[in-house]
Structures are given as C-alpha cells and as structure tokens.
C-alpha cells in the first residue's frame, strides 16, 4: 500500500541552524501539508500546498519557514533560524488524486522530531 | 472560528469494556469528519471517516463513530476494548474551502486500557 515517508525521523539541531525536513508523499496525490505537534499538545496545522504553491498557511507559518516540492517527489519544509520553541513532530501529508480531487482524506507520514537545543 | 473540542483528556477503561470518545465540532457546514489514532512515538493513522450519507461509519479495528448534525458531533465507539487499543486519540475536521482542505485537531484523548 502507498503510504509518506520522512526523512530524518529525529534532528537535532542548535538554535539559529537551519533545517530541511523531507518527504515523499503518496505519489499520485495533488495536494500537501504540513504539521506540527509540540510535546503533549495537538496536532496544528502549518501550510498547505497545491499546483506548486501555497494555497493556505497559519500564523505558525512565519518568514522563517519555506516549503519547496523540487523535483515532482519530495516536499520539503525549511526553517531558516531555528528557536528552541521550534522542537516538535513535524508531519507530513498528501491527499487527492487527479481522478479523485475531492478525496479529503489525508494520509500522514511517520513525523519527523526536531529538537532544538 | 471553526473549532474541535474532544472534552475527555484521558479516559481509562477495562480490556473487554465498552467504550465512548467525545468529539465535538463548531463549523457553519457540515464538514469532513476523521478520527486518528496514534500509539507512543508513530504518526497518524486513520480509524474512519465521515464524508456524507449513513451516519454510522465503521472504521478499522472494530471502531465506528457516529455523526449528530444536532450535537455537532462525531464520537467514537467500540463495544470491546482490546489492550492494544491504548494510545491517543484524535479527532479531526476537514474544510473544502478553495485549494486547501485543511485538518483542524481536537486536542485528543489518551486512552488507557486496564487489564
């Protein structure tokens, strides 16, 4: 069965570095996400994306994070100064397919945890 | 402001016991329904979900919920609880709005499984 992979599934980091977190979403879906789950709290949406382009971000979602789909497989989230309140599971997901755009459900990776020391 | 409450923060039952998960929405429609499970350390799986149609969707491992346009909610049931079943609980609402079709989380359920 399809399913997303990430890479790495822990980073750690220093404050102030940046980190890429990867990964392939199922790969006949359309569209894609990103979101993180600190310690002990929900899970919160960060950014979607669709058509090579953000179609939504939260507030989470500042000038210090980029997304990027470069070659047509891998989606990538960027955080270029991390803060130490940065540390969380970061998840990955993808949903939709041409045939079958309005498919809602989303299927999540493994998550990445990022901690920030 | 489109919300989910999941009221319960934990909840302990008994292996071979009933159980009940309480979520509720606040949207202006009806929205995509999802509950996920997540055991200590994995990502998300999905149990079931509700798009439209019969009210009582089953999901996988023995799990099925039920929506209440009334109640604005959609809690999550099994007749049985399996040790195995232990883990966080999440329920989730999707929004069709344009290009995005984001999940908004309740702040989940812990289930603990007594032997």
């Known amino acids: 069965e399809p399913e997303v992979t990430q890479t790495p599934s822990h980073q750690v980091t220093q404050m102030g570095q940046e980190v890429i977190l990867r990964c392939v979403p199922i790969?006949?879906?359309?569209?894609f996400y990103w979101y993180r789950q600190i310690l002990g709290q929900k899970v919160e949406f960060l950014v979607s994306?669709?058509?090579?382009?953000?179609?939504?971000k939260s507030e989470i979602f500042d000038d210090q994070f980029s997304v990027e789909r470069p070659d047509g497989s891998n989606f990538t989230l960027k955080i270029r100064s991390t803060k130490l309140e940065d540390s969380a599971m970061y998840f990955c997901?993808?949903?939709?397919?041409?045939?079958?755009?309005?498919?809602?459900?989303?299927?999540f990776g493994p998550g990445t945890r990022l901690t920030v020391t | 402001a489109q919300s989910v409450t999941q009221p319960d923060i934990h909840i302990t039952v008994s292996e071979g016991a009933s159980l009940e998960l309480r979520c509720n929405y606040s949207y202006g429609a009806t929205p995509y329904l999802f509950w996920y499970v997540q055991s200590p350390g994995q990502g998300l799986q999905l149990l079931l979900k509700y798009f439209s149609g019969d009210t009582l969707v089953q999901g996988i491992k023995g799990f099925e919920a039920e929506f209440k346009r009334s109640q604005s909610s959609f809690n999550l049931r099994k007749p049985s609880v399996h040790w195995s079943d232990a883990a966080e609980y999440f329920c989730a609402v999707g929004f069709n709005s344009g290009n995005t079709g984001k999940l908004i989380f309740g702040q989940g359920t812990t289930l603990q499984v007594k032997p």
């Open positions: 790969s006949n879906h359309l569209y």
């Open positions: 994306f669709y058509n090579n382009e953000i179609s939504e």
């Open positions: 997901a993808s949903r939709g397919t041409v045939l079958n755009p309005l498919l809602y459900e989303q299927y």
